[in-house]
T-cell receptor, first 115, second 115 residues
Framework: NAGVTQTPKFRVLKTGQSMTLLCAQD?????MYWYRQDPGMGLRLIHYSVGEGTTAKGEVPDGYNVSRLKKQNFLLGLESAAPSQTSVYFC??????????????FGNGTRLTVT | AQTVTQSQPEMSVQEAETVTLSCTYD???????LFWYKQPPSRQMILVIRQEAYKQQNATENRFSVNFQKAAKSFSLKISDSQLGDTAMYFC????????????FGTGTRLKVLA
């Protein structure tokens, strides 16, 4: 089983460039999330989605946009990259809200460097 | 707002010994879920153990167990018979049982198991 797949694994951007990170899950999960991980700050939620066609802001949404046109895909876009967006980005998904099916399944992360 | 605090940025333990990682949280909710996730050097986040707040019995998964003290808002992770493969970053996470789909993560504890 593929689980949660993120592409690309690494990327270097120049300030002002744009890019899209793709997250795909094959577990029929309803909920999908984008986190960023920075040293000493843990994981912070950027945006999340509770179902196809829905998105919502997390803790640190500024400078990012997302779309969930299909249930299995959750895209994270950076319209104009800034050095402050240098980070490791994780996509995650979960089936529902009960303890049994609420644990997050994570992708392997994307290391993004903005110069 | 909920917060999760992991006060030990780094810890080390000798192979085969026992180590306890601390996590405290702040919430006014009566029911919620707590998790420990492991992030090895490969970067893949893996669920270690979970606990539902209304269950008084501490969760156990093989060598991993928790000490859940609801009144003290404490959720520590005990790793018994530590193995080299336990070397990783460990994150404590909190999620309300209703009304939100967001997980709150602590800043992590980096655990190194020494041979």
């Amino acid at each position: 089983n593929a689980g949660v797949t993120q592409t690309p694994k690494f990327r270097v951007l120049k300030t002002g460039q744009s890019m899209t990170l793709l997250c795909a899950q094959d577990m029929n999960h309803e909920y999908m999330y984008w986190y960023r991980q920075d040293p000493g700050m843990g994981l912070r939620l950027i945006h999340y989605s509770v179902g196809e066609g829905t998105t919502a802001k997390g803790e640190v949404p500024d400078g990012y946009n997302v779309s969930r046109l299909k249930k299995q895909n959750f895209l994270l876009g950076l319209e104009s990259a800034a050095p402050s967006q240098t980070s490791v980005y994780f996509c995650a998904s979960s089936y529902g809200l009960s303890s049994y099916n609420s644990p997050l399944h994570f992708g392997n992360g994307t290391r993004l460097t903005v110069t | 707002a909920q917060t999760v605090t992991q006060s030990q940025p780094e810890m080390s333990v000798q192979e085969a010994e026992t180590v306890t990682l601390s996590c405290t949280y702040d919430t006014s909710e009566s029911n919620y879920y707590l998790f420990w996730y492991k992030q090895p050097p490969s970067r893949q986040m893996i669920l270690v153990i979970r606990q539902e707040a209304y269950k008084q019995q501490n969760a156990t998964e093989n060598r991993f167990s928790v000490n859940f003290q609801k009144a003290a808002k404490s959720f520590s992770l005990k790793i018994s018979d530590s193995q080299l493969g336990d070397t990783a970053m460990y994150f404590c996470a909190f999620m309300k049982s209703a009304g939100t789909y967001k997980y709150i993560f602590g800043t992590g504890t980096r655990l190194k198991v020494l041979a």
